[in-house]
Each structure stands twice: as C-alpha cells, then as structure tokens.
Nanobody, 129 residues
Framework: QLQLVESGGGMVQPGGSLRLSCAAS????????IGWFRQAPGKERVGVSC????????KIAHFVEDRFAISMDNAKNTLSLQMNDLRPEDTGIYYC??????????????????????WGQGTQVTVSS
C-alpha cells in the first residue's frame, strides 16, 4: 500500500517561499499520477499541481502558475512543491495524493479529488504578516 508523508509546511510572511516535500513508500509504481491539493479554512479541497510518474505531464493550477513548481526525485521517491511569492490566500493544509491512472493528471481538465485514492496527512502552510 502506498504511503505518503508530507513535510515542509510552516508560517511565512507574504512574498516568502516554502518548499513542500512528499515522501512516497510502498507500491509507488502502482500510482501513475501524484500531486498536491490544498484546503483553505472553510473551503473545499482543490488541486494545486500534479505530475505523472513518468514525468511527461505536469500541471499547475492557474491560480498559482508562475509562482509554484512541482518536481519529482525518482531516486528518492520524493515529490516536491516549490512555492514562491506566497500570498495570504495560499494559506491552508496541503495534501499529497496519488492516483492510479496517468490521465488523472491532465493539462486539459482540473484535478479531481475523487480520482486520487491515497492521501498523506497534510502539512499546514500559513502566510501572514
């Protein structure tokens, strides 16, 4: 069973940066799409970024494009999310998630929470002055 453990969250001032990491263990090869969702206080969880395990497809949600970047270290089975120029609206719990099929990460449609079967416990990101 795939297990995902996030780290790297914290509190930062507006304009600052954070780098989130997601360590994958278990049957990671069974999951072809992996990505990041976030849930702001009182709001639904939304997809932020994803990539296919083969690295062919990467997706960044429009509301964080030009500020966030996703990457994967296959040797370490670690997914990262580099977040720059953070804004108060980026505050929330960030979750790493894995989906079985590569088309769950697509540049032509939004990420869907119900297509990702395995979830980490989440890491809190707070952007505040």
């Amino acid at each position: 069973q795939l297990q995902l453990v996030e780290s790297g969250g914290g509190m930062v001032q507006p304009g600052g940066s954070l780098r989130l990491s997601c360590a994958a263990s278990g049957f990671s090869s069974d999951y072809e799409a992996i990505g990041w969702f976030r849930q702001a206080p009182g709001k639904e969880r939304v997809g932020v970024s994803c990539m296919t395990r083969n690295g062919i497809t990467t997706k960044i949600a429009h509301f964080v494009e030009d500020r966030f970047a996703i990457s994967m270290d296959n040797a370490k089975n670690t997914l990262s999310l580099q977040m720059n120029d953070l804004r108060p609206e980026d505050t929330g719990i960030y979750y790493c998630a894995g989906g079985v099929y590569d088309y769950f990460c697509s540049t032509v449609r939004p990420m869907r929470e119900d297509e990702y079967q395995v979830w980490g416990q989440g890491t809190q990101v707070t952007v505040s002055s």
